[in-house]
């Protein structure tokens, strides 16, 4: 499972041009999954994230976590995570789970943050989405659980 993180201050995902999962201050999380994923890994990854201090403190370091500056998660499937573009122009996507599989998966990730108490927006599985981020730092982290290597 991989997590693309992004602090923002604001950002909201919009489906026909309807927004349909929106936050302030917080992360923007773009979420992948692949075959060998399980409830595991979304365990680790939740509590990874909801535990992160990338908020600066009074002195100007990144001491603080989501909760303590009220902070707030937009969660967004993206399969894309997995393209594989090592060979040729277009990337194949064969290690991304199936839909059936990385669904249930995305939705159980978000439970996970909701049951740590943060608030957690979520954008639209498998919809054609417009996401509009805007970056706070810019802070970007890359987290990844490959449940083959713990």
């Not at 680790?44 to 009220?70: H, Q, T, Y």
Request: glycine share 8%.
């Amino acid at each position: 499972m991989r997590a693309l993180l992004q602090r923002v201050s604001s950002a909201n995902v919009t489906v026909d041009d309807r927004i349909i999962g929106q936050i302030d201050r917080g992360f923007v999380i773009l979420l992948g999954v692949t075959h060998s994923d399980t409830t595991a890994e979304a365990d680790w990854l939740a509590n990874k994230i909801a535990g992160l201090r990338l908020f600066e403190d009074e002195a100007s370091k990144m001491n603080l976590s989501l909760a303590e500056v009220a902070g707030s998660v937009l969660v967004v499937s993206q399969f894309t995570l997995y393209g594989d573009a090592r060979k040729g122009r277009r990337p194949s996507f064969t290690a991304a789970a199936r839909p059936q599989q990385a669904e249930p998966l995305v939705d159980y990730f978000c439970e996970r943050l909701r049951q740590s108490g943060l608030m957690v927006a979520t954008g639209q599985f498998g919809a054609m989405m417009q996401v509009n981020i805007q970056n706070d730092g810019p802070v970007t982290l890359m987290l990844e659980r490959d449940a083959a290597n713990g």
